[in-house]
């Protein structure tokens, strides 16, 4: 069976074409001749009604009566009551052969004549007749046609609408393979265009100008289909890299924390065995310090581990709550109050009015903990750290300035990195480090959209981050 579009088309044109053929064929065979001898009968009735009208005796000098129906193929045969000539078609130089004709057509079938008009048909004939009376005498009229001809010029039409259906049906295939081309050939072009699209990765578009609307309407659709499948193809490529991406820094992450333990766990542990070793009392009190020391450190970097976990994971608890940015950083500067008086420095808070943002204050705050730990173990002995909130058009700013060194350019994208340890601003300090604060930052600053960043400013460092104020912005990443 044929599947095309176009083989189908051919196919429905030429049956179509062809059933129209034969029906006409044979509606002519089957009652054209019947159609044709039944208005000749109505002819032929007519006719006679006008002779009746008319003075029969003139139409040897005028035939005008009877010549629009001589025209019509009919012949006229009338005689008066002695059967003499009145009138006989083209026989009126021929006195012998008209007499013939009134005495075979009318004095043999004179009892089948009367004032009422009647008809008959032969297999050779139609015919009408009757009789009129006219000046006190009787006028015998005989009308007919001959079938020979009439059946002969039907023989010639049959043959002719035969050729004529036969060229017809040829000239309709030859047509309908020309208008199925040019139908599908815009489709087969646009088939082979989305193929050529779907093996080239959908990153080509099929031609939208074609020759028909509605075959542009489908290539249009057929675009809006691609540049679908385009998209959901970049989002799922991209859900893929995030997934992979973050698969990678879990690995990363765990491998770096286990080694990071190892340190503290193994100084924990060879100092209980030296607790259990020595008998010096004060030896064994700086011991357990130092455990302890070193627990706090374990300590704090779960909790840190905790908070990057969290902001990667997308975590469902994730709540967000509208903040003044002011009370937050106050709040959090509270806890350094012991350690920013133990190495005399001095602390300098620049707050603006109505800082408000929608955020997760627990870890934004642990975000600018960070900040302050850091700027606190990199600043000068008896130094100054200044923190400002700044109410700005579209966001709020924290910044956590230090006169600490300078950040050298070459590792201001790798300070930001997990456990990136080296020591880039050597100094002194009390204050432990897990090693991976200003990575949480990076983390709680793109969970909610927003950015960070330092800059080297003449006597110092200032780290900043920026929290946009509308939550529309970054909801959707939480």
């Given at each position: ?19 129209l ?6 509606v ?37 009566i ?5 025209d ?13 000539r ?40 139609i ?11 009787d ?7 001959n ?13 002719f609408?035969f ?80 997934q992979t991406q ?16 190892k340190?503290?766990l ?9 607790i ?15 455990i ?95 923190v ?22 070459d ?37 909610h ?30």
């Amino acid at each position: 069976m044929i599947k095309t579009i176009r083989g189908q088309m051919v196919i429905l044109m030429t049956l179509t074409i062809l059933v129209l053929t034969v029906t006409i064929f044979s509606v002519f065979a089957l009652f054209a001749d019947d159609y044709y001898y039944s208005k000749k009968k109505s002819l032929i009735h007519e006719a006679f009604n006008q002779l009746k009208k008319a003075d029969i005796l003139t139409l040897d000098k005028d035939n005008k009566i009877v010549s629009q129906y001589e025209d019509e193929r009919l012949t006229f045969i009338i005689c008066n009551s002695s059967f003499e000539r009145v009138y006989v078609t083209k026989m009126e130089k021929k006195p012998i052969d008209a007499q013939t004709r009134i005495a075979v057509d009318i004095v043999a079938n004179l009892r089948s004549f009367s004032y009422k008009y009647k008809s008959k048909e032969t297999p050779k004939r139609i015919a009408g007749y009757g009789m009129k009376l006219q000046d006190d005498e009787d006028y015998y009229i005989y009308i007919y046609e001959n079938k020979e001809a009439t059946e002969i010029f039907f023989t010639y039409y049959r043959w002719f609408f035969f050729v004529v259906g036969a060229f017809v049906l040829v000239a309709g295939i030859l047509i309908s393979l020309y208008i199925s081309r040019r139908i599908t050939r815009p489709i087969v072009k646009i088939e082979k265009a989305a193929s050529k699209a779907v093996s080239s990765g959908y990153s080509l578009n099929v031609e939208t100008k074609q020759e028909f609307r509605e075959v542009d309407s489908l290539a249009n659709s057929i675009n809006n289909m691609l540049e679908q499948i385009r998209k959901q193809m970049t989002d799922l490529q991209d859900e893929l890299s995030t997934q992979t991406q973050a698969e990678e820094e879990r690995r990363v992450f765990i491998n770096n924390v286990s080694h990071e333990l190892k340190t503290p766990l193994a100084v924990i542990s060879s100092q209980i065995e030296m607790i259990n070793m020595i008998d010096d009392e004060e030896k064994r009190k700086e011991y357990i310090k130092s455990i302890t020391e070193e627990a706090e450190k374990m300590t704090d970097m779960i909790n840190d581990m905790i908070v990057m976990y969290a902001t990667k994971s997308n975590e469902k608890d994730f709540s967000l709550e509208k903040t003044d940015m002011a009370d937050l950083v106050c709040d959090t500067l509270g806890g350094y109050e012991g350690i920013i008086n133990e190495k005399n420095l001095e602390l300098v808070q620049e707050y603006d009015e109505d800082c408000y943002a929608i955020v997760n204050k627990r870890y934004v705050s642990q975000a600018i903990s960070n900040y302050i730990s850091n700027a606190i173990k990199h600043c000068k002995d008896e130094g100054t750290i200044t923190v400002r909130v700044r109410n700005d058009i579209e966001q709020i700013r924290v910044e956590v300035e230090n006169d600490g060194e300078h950040i050298p350019d070459d590792v201001k994208d790798k300070i930001w990195e997990m456990f990136y340890s080296k020591d880039i601003r050597p100094r002194e300090h009390k204050l432990k480090s897990s090693g991976i604060g200003l990575s949480i930052v990076k983390s709680v600053m793109e969970v909610h959209n927003g950015d960070y960043g330092f800059d080297n400013i003449e006597g110092g460092v200032v780290f900043w981050l920026e929290i946009p104020k509308n939550v529309n912005e970054y909801a959707n990443n939480t």
